[in-house]
């Protein structure tokens, strides 16, 4: 079906699979089978007009490095053991003068972290993508306070140097319309109230981004917690958006968030990940490329997120392969662009 075609018109060959798919959903041939033939022609392109991927992938390739959002600590699906509820602490280098002292500050952290854990007599086993998976006493709300103490062990300002992301992936927790915060303290709360919770947690905390603060069908509640924190943070949908265009455009519709996660396995194919990050760019929306917690080494992800421009990405901690893959390549693209490198707080 794509022997001859040309591999430097991404949008016919993706426009083919998905039209050999045939289904809505991608249900025939899957997402995933799919992006490898996707991502394979991005890749020949790219050889045939002797480019790097990161200026190949795009018409107007970007020079913007991603914030990073460096996993820590890890609970929730990820981490049966651990007693954290929420599935993801990530540690955000806010005020690094580049990449590389991104990476810089994160794995200083990163080990300072480690040493409050062993002086504590907590295991330090790591969860799916590399963050540490403790036994908390205070669970949910002690791991942002142990991420602060190692920001100060580290030699850095929380707020200023190092910020807190949080991904609690709230579907997993979430039954009868209910969050059950069983991990840390057996707590039932609503919608409303979970809001109230990260509202408290603003005032303490240096929070700059939650990602699904709610369940991926409690629409109200991201409605609800966008009109209150959205002014103050960002608010990252992706169990409700899944990279798909038409559902983004409902969020943007009714004000559920003001950033969209970005998968490119989600969607399947090169060009509609594209089309997914450029209706966030339209309308103001952030854009958070992410890695997913069963990885490989391929570092596709990195390229992609400099040539779009995304402004942030996600891919686990400084540790594990398959995560240090991507930055690592990302400090290559660095060096790579050079004096044109880009690198921008977008939460200022």
Known sequence: AFKGRDVCNQAAIDAALIALDGTPNKARLGANALLAVSMAAARAAALVRGEPLHRSLCEKPSNLLPMPMFNVLNGGLHAPGSSLDFQEFMLVPMGAPSFSEAVRYAAETYHAIKELLIAQ?????????????????????????????????????????????????????????????????????????????????????????????????????????????????QIVGDDNFVTNTRIIQRGIDEGTANASLIKLNQIGTVSETIAAVRLCQKVGWGSVMSH???????????????????????????ARSERLAKYNRLMEIEAELGDRAEFVNPYR
């Not at 942002?144 to 949080?166: H, Q, S």
């Not at 596709?300 to 997120?305: H, I, N």
Request: charged share 20%; net charge negative; proline share 3%.
């Open 121 to 233: 007599g907590h295991s330090t086993a790591v969860g799916d993508e590399g963050g540490f998976a403790p036994k908390l006493m205070g669970g949910n709300q002690a791991a942002c306070e142990l991420m602060v103490r190692g920001m100060e062990r580290a030699g850095y300002r929380p707020g200023e140097d190092l910020a807190i992301a949080l991904d609690p992936a709230s579907t997993s927790f979430y039954k009868n319309g209910r969050y059950h915060l069983s991990r840390s303290g057996n707590q039932v709360l609503d919608s409303q109230e979970m809001v109230e919770l990260y509202q408290g947690w603003l005032n303490v905390f240096p929070i700059v981004s939650i990602e699904d603060g709610h369940a991926e069908d409690d629409w109200a509640g991201f409605a609800a917690m966008t009109r209150q924190l959205g002014g103050q943070i």
């Open 292 to 318: 997913r917690s069963g990885e490989t080494e391929d570092a596709f992800l990195s390229d992609f997120a400099v040539a779009v421009g995304a402004g942030q990405m996600k891919s686990g901690a400084t």
